[in-house]
């Protein structure tokens, strides 16, 4: 084995999952070590840990918006066998097949977990996680400003976030944050997965649509759109956004909000990650409108007159 997936052995046993014969790699995650373990009756687990655990409950509360999504939501997650501070041990999910038929039964699951679970209020009863930072999540009346607050400005305290932007860069921000009234619509709160990329959407040993890693708050369900809109799905996905709009009574501009709503995304990703795949770059692009004074700026224009021919607002599908 090699020195991560002994140390992921290691972990096992000491938590009394002494049945385990050997753990091979996993890749594709971002934060943490993780691995498939074979336990001793042929069965396998999937493991991850953090060599260096960051201060908090990161895998208890990724436990618990696992069953909040499956027991709240209706949507298929994998079985928690064992998590604590140092480790969480889940039942193995399967590769999701590339195929459109998958792609629409994520819709029909997605739009059910957003339009069946919403909220009165923005947040979570605590905070949680996004990769390594906390997921800052109290409860607010307020969309507009949770969002602004707790999903946006939060990041300009982060070392990597201040040097992608400079002074005129962190005051655009606020300034989008000042006109997010202007350019989003108004929504209810839902329970939303809160990391919805395509790398963490799997099949269940069935072939259904599953969930995992999430960083779940009640909040805009367009957040976990944005999230799978901008980061390149495969190609079989592209039935999912037009029936997922269908299903949920979207209207025709939805996608024109996108490049706001990413923005959350990006900043955690330049916050965490060094390369940053770009997000800086198209963190700038957004926030280019925004750089002028707000007396220069015209008013009572959607988002999609504010970021026109601005790169970086779809990348795929």
Known sequence: MTDATSFLFERLHAVGLTDVAAVEPVTGGLAATAGLARRGDGTSVFVKAFGEPPSGDVFAAEAEGLTVLREAGGVA?????????????????RPRPATEAFW???????????TTTRSPRFGWHRDNWLGRRQQVNTWNDDGYEFFAQHRLLRWLGER??????DAAGRAALERLCDRLPELLPVRPACLTHGDLWAQNVMA?????PALIDPAVSYTWAEVDLAHLWTTAPPPEAHVFFDL????TGL???WR??????????????????DPDWGAADILRATLAPFRRRPKDQPSGHGVSEVLRGRPGVRPSA
């Not at 629409?104 to 957003?114: G, P």
């Not at 024109?256 to 990650?273: C, N, S």
């Open 77 to 93: 997650t994998p079985e928690i066998i064992f998590a604590d501070r140092d480790l969480l041990v889940l039942s193995v999910l």
């Open 256 to 273: 024109e909000r996108m490049p706001i709503l990413q923005l959350r995304q990006h900043l955690a990703v330049i916050a965490q990650f």
């Open 104 to 114: 629409e039964q994520l819709a029909h699951a997605l739009a059910h977990l957003h």
């Open 160 to 165: 990597r976030v201040r040097e992608a932007l």
């Open 204 to 208: 269940t040993p069935d072939g259904r």
């Open 251 to 253: 209207d025709h501009d």
């Open 244 to 247: 997922y709009a269908e299903l």
